[in-house]
């Protein structure tokens, strides 16, 4: 190889995450194994007919397989391939499960209204699509009645057992008793959801705005038609505080 010559393994022997593929000219070896657009074998060749096939076919050389000996090349549309692959690889992101594990802790003797507090945001988390770790702080004394997280945690995954499983069952860890609640839908799933509910409040919203404007719009006529009504009415002048008789 020469020295001037750039080959995608040169700064990386054990090999790149991505590569940019070389196509046309920049493919600079003298015989390639080549493969039509439909992929079909055409065999090995020398890279001089390789880029006449191309140019007479209207359609770029693209190196796929560069380790190869020879290399391998294909007959493409570059900028088409290049395009589908973009969209697969926004697709294939958009679709991925991005797991996220939220944490929640609560003390064994907590009182009602933190419960349902705290109850609340692991609901949330749920809906969301989000695994929780639940973590019961012990302190003193609580530390000799485990019994008490543990029936704790067992009254949480009962209240949201709609929303959630429980992964992983309670287990002593130090001072802390810890379990992992994970959700029945799947992170994708649940986002429709969400954005379902989102949309539903949303449109909802906007109706009461409008159903304002048009009560409010109501109220202004009312009132206007109001004044229009008593600029109509003759004044009273002092002929008419007289009495006929």
């Keep these: 190889m020469r020295n001037d010559e750039w080959h995608p ?18 493919i600079r070896v003298p015989e390639v194994r080549l493969v039509g ?6 065999g090995i060749v020398r890279i001089e007919d390789a880029l006449r096939l191309a140019q007479e076919a209207d359609l770029d050389l693209v190196e796929v397989a560069a380790t190869a000996r020879p290399p391998v090349c294909k007959l493409m549309d570059f ?5 589908e692959t973009a969209q697969k690889a926004r697709e294939s992101r958009r679709n991925q499960t991005n797991t996220v ?5 609560l003390r064994p003797k907590i ?5 349902e507090t705290k109850k609340g945001h692991v609901v949330r988390f749920l809906r969301a699509g989000d695994k929780v770790k639940i973590t019961i702080m012990f302190r003193g004394r609580e530390q000799s009645r485990p019994e008490l997280g543990f029936r704790l945690l067992q009254r ?3 209240d949201v057992s709609e929303l959630g499983f429980v992964e992983s069952n309670a287990r002593q860890d130090g001072r802390n008793m810890i379990m992992v609640l994970g959700p029945h839908k799947k992170k994708s799933e649940a986002r ?6 989102k949309a539903k409040k949303q449109a909802e919203r906007e109706a009461e705005l409008e159903a304002e404007r ?7 006529k009312a009132h206007e038609a109001e004044i229009a009504a008593g600029a109509t009415k003759k004044p009273k002048g002092p002929a008419d505080n007289l009495d006929p008789e």
């Design 156 to 158: 949480l995954a009962e």
């Design 101 to 105: 594990i939220k944490e929640m802790k």
């Design 192 to 197: 429709v959801d969400v954005d379902a509910e």
């Design 214 to 220: 048009v009560e409010r719009a109501a109220q202004i």
């Design 79 to 83: 900028g088409k391939y290049k395009y």
């Design 37 to 42: 657009p439909n992929g079909e074998q055409v």
């Design 111 to 115: 009182d009602p209204h933190d419960y």
């Design 9 to 26: 393994y040169q700064n990386n022997p054990g090999g790149p995450i991505t590569i940019e593929l070389r196509v046309n000219e920049r």
